[in-house]
């Protein structure tokens, strides 16, 4: 059964930094493209970032460019997001997802983590 399980989360204040992982079990990783997802409550689920299988392809939503970077370990089959600058904004549940294509749509992402809560304290 595939998994996908986030850590990283947790409270931190405003113009500080955490790195979010997501480690994938029982996925051929490398055959997946990864993207991290955020929902705050009364909005829309929404892309963060998103990476191609290989890393050859990423892009990132208007709202984090410059501050958040998704990167990927094909070898521990882990995705990344790493993310500075923090706003107070950002405050929302993160989930990681899996996708047979590098898709921007959530509907196209087969596999989700259980989300992780990131909360920024201005």
């Known amino acids: 059964q595939v998994q996908l399980v986030e850590s990283g989360g947790g409270v931190v204040q405003a113009g500080h930094s955490l790195r979010l992982s997501c480690a994938a079990s029982e996925l051929t990783f490398n055959n997946y493209a990864m993207g991290w997802f955020r929902q705050a409550p009364r909005k829309e689920r929404e892309l963060v970032a998103r990476?191609?299988?290989?890393?050859?392809?990423?892009s990132y939503a208007d709202s984090v460019k410059g501050r958040f970077t998704i990167s990927r370990d094909n070898a521990k089959n882990t995705v990344y997001l790493q993310m500075n600058s923090l706003k107070p904004e950002d405050t929302a549940v993160y989930y990681c997802a899996a996708a047979r294509v590098y898709a921007i749509d959530y509907s196209a992402y087969d596999y989700w983590g259980q989300g992780t809560q990131v909360t920024v304290s201005s």
């Open positions: 990476i191609s299988s290989r890393a050859l392809s990423r």
